[in-house]
């Protein structure tokens, strides 16, 4: 149960954007740059940086959306799950293993974040705003998954919620319907 009043229609990250418009407003502009805007690294890319993060930090329910919104698209399952198993030995590029990695040191602390890591992503054809973006995506899913968990949002256990998600993230990115979410009241959210 949350700790404050939240839409019960409105789990997760979304409640809190609503609750607080105005510091929900810039967050969903940023979050809108990084995972949707122009990259040399894909959108999937990008889902499974905030993936990483969120398995890495235990936040279940930004962990859960955003494997669903990886796995959407990159139009399968088995990425993401081989990312959150071993980075390694995941199907992605030797440069994605080393951004991805990166991304996990900064889900336990930035000063993990050593010029070792930042030379082996270089080495591995990472560009200096690769770098930089991956750092302040992960940086910002710490944001996320402390906001979210910190305050005991509601997460859903139910996986066609997720997918549901997905497809609005895959669809429309991460800005705010202009009409609200109205229209996901009664959707089965457990």
Not at 32 to 42: D, N
Request: net charge negative.
């Amino acid at each position: 149960m949350p700790y404050i009043p939240l839409e019960e229609h409105l789990p997760g990250i979304t409640g809190l954007l609503e609750y607080s418009p105005l510091s929900g407003e810039p967050i969903r502009e940023l979050t809108q740059v990084l995972l949707r805007g122009p990259s040399s690294l894909t959108e999937a890319e990008r889902e499974l940086i905030a993936t990483i993060v969120s398995y890495r930090n235990n936040c279940r329910f930004c962990m859960t959306a955003h494997t669903a919104a990886a796995d959407a698209l990159l139009g399968e399952h088995e990425t993401s799950a081989m990312v959150k198993q071993d980075i390694l030995t995941a199907p992605v590029s030797n440069k994605m293993k080393a951004l991805l990695t990166i991304a996990a040191q900064v889900a336990g602390n930035g000063k993990n974040v050593t010029p070792d890591l930042i030379q082996k992503a270089k080495d591995e054809g990472a560009t200096d705003i690769e770098i930089h973006d991956t750092v302040l995506i992960a940086a910002l899913f710490c944001l996320y998954n402390r906001y979210v968990d910190g305050l005991a949002t509601v997460t859903p256990n139910n996986a066609d919620f997720y997918e549901g998600m997905a497809q609005r993230l895959k669809e429309h990115g991460y800005v705010r319907f202009e009409e609200g979410y109205d229209h996901l009241k009664g959707q089965h959210i457990e």
